[in-house]
């Protein structure tokens, strides 16, 4: 049982890229999260999606997006890295209490 | 939106003292109340929760208390250890268990001076 998985853990990228961070669960959880923690900020909600096939915006959509085809991935999606999207990203999902993947550091330069 | 704030932004207290962070939210239909650690470099971890029918809650060294009227709750940590210092945040959602998501504090980075 891994729980929540993200992939990649660490990603460098220039201005203008474009990439996808995967999260998995294996939980069978029906609610999946992604936020951003930025040096200060605490975590900040993205995009969420309460079940395979919906996804709603967060606190902080614009410049991603996301995609639940499948119950145990949420896939999020930059199609323009900025400099300003460069933070640790942290997917989790819930059915109940939210649990937290690993982290993803991405550097956008 | 709900508006989380958080106090204070450090704590530093000796080694089997008290220790107490504070949180206000805005929204008065927000009913749980989350409360995470963070170790340098690790994902948050779920510490203990409330929810908005009960006044406190306790586990261990570790209690939430929660006033509705005054829309604030707070984390209590008795017999402090080298071993909390860390990063808590507290979090706050309208739906339940936070299926829309959770709105968190900025955090409190706890020092425990031995």
């Known amino acids: 049982n891994a729980g929540v998985t993200q992939t990649p853990k660490f990603r460098v990228l220039k201005t203008g890229q474009s990439m996808t961070l995967l999260c998995a669960q294996d939980m069978n959880h029906e609610y999946m999260y992604w936020y951003r923690q930025d040096p200060g900020m605490g975590l900040r909600l993205i995009h969420y999606?309460?079940?395979?096939?919906?996804?709603a915006k967060g606190e902080v959509p614009d410049g991603y997006n996301v995609s639940r085809l499948k119950k145990q991935n949420f896939l999020l999606g930059l199609e323009s890295a900025a400099p300003s999207q460069t933070s640790v990203y942290f997917c989790?999902?819930?059915?109940?209490?939210?649990?937290f993947g690993p982290g993803t550091r991405l550097t956008v330069t | 939106g709900e508006n989380v704030e958080q106090h204070p932004s450090t704590l530093s207290v000796q080694e089997g003292d008290s220790a107490v962070i504070k949180c206000t939210y805005s929204?008065?239909?927000?009913?749980?109340f989350p409360w995470y650690k963070q170790e340098l470099g690790k994902r948050p971890q779920l510490i203990i929760d409330?929810?908005?029918?009960?006044g406190e809650k306790k586990d261990q060294r570790i209690a939430v208390t929660l006033n509705k009227t005054a829309k604030h709750f707070s984390l209590h940590i008795t017999e402090t250890q080298p071993e909390d210092s860390a990063v808590y945040f507290c979090a706050a959602s309208d739906s339940g268990g936070g299926a829309d998501g959770l709105t968190f504090g900025k955090g409190t980075h706890l020092i425990i001076q031995p």
């Open positions: 989790a999902s819930s059915q109940g209490e939210q649990y």
């Open positions: 999606s309460v079940g395979e096939g919906t996804t």
């Open positions: 929204d008065s239909a927000s009913n749980y």
């Open positions: 409330i929810r908005s029918n009960v």
